[in-house]
């Protein structure tokens, strides 16, 4: 569906929904209310040309009760959409915890990137750095923080390590809600 604006001041988004936007007194554009869909979706401006809409995602890490699970690698996500978009590789840095992806810890991280639609599989991987750089990945939540409700939950229970299991240190795990 094309996003446009109607006589009432309503914005029509790329999913379907409906919301009702207020313009400035100034009428030099949208108010504070209107904020989260600027950022959120595409809109057409007079030029008719786009901009890309930019969303925050939580991505919390769980780390396995495994002997050695914990990393101190750099590691990094790319979330796919449905539609075939993806997000720039987004190092996870900045955690709740100082050292993040120790054994039987959680860690979240609150990043922001492009908004690619709703999230089908993603790419965790990490550099191999450090002293014993492999990591036993329990699972990973991802919320778009624009859609609270919807998460999007992957299972990994292996190694992303070059010396345990089959030797790999980056996984693409398919996401389910």
């Known amino acids: 569906m094309q996003e446009i604006w109607d006589t009432s001041h309503r914005f029509w988004a790329r999913n379907g ?20 869909l600027v950022q959120r979706f595409y809109v057409q401006t007079t030029t008719q040309s786009f901009s890309q809409a930019v969303t925050s995602y939580e991505i919390i890490v769980y780390t396995g009760d495994k002997t050695g699970a914990g990393t101190d690698s750099q590691v990094y996500i790319t979330l796919f959409g449905k539609d075939g978009k993806r997000t720039e590789k987004i190092h996870l840095k900045n955690s709740n915890n100082k050292d993040p992806f120790e054994r039987n810890r959680t860690d979240k991280f609150c990043v922001k990137s492009d908004y690619i639609g709703e999230l089908v599989k993603l790419r965790i991987e990490h550099d191999n750095s450090g002293l014993g750089p492999g990591w036993f990945l329990d699972r990973i939540v991802v919320t778009d923080l624009y859609d609270p409700k919807t998460k999007y939950f992957a299972t990994c229970n292996q190694w992303l390590a070059k010396d345990e299991g089959d030797k790999q240190i980056s996984r693409e795990l398919m996401l389910n809600k």
């Not at 009702?20 to 504070?32: F, H, K, P, Q, Y």
């Open 17 to 36: 929904t409906k919301a009702t936007l207020t313009l400035c007194a100034e009428n030099d554009g949208v108010s504070a209310k209107a904020a989260f």
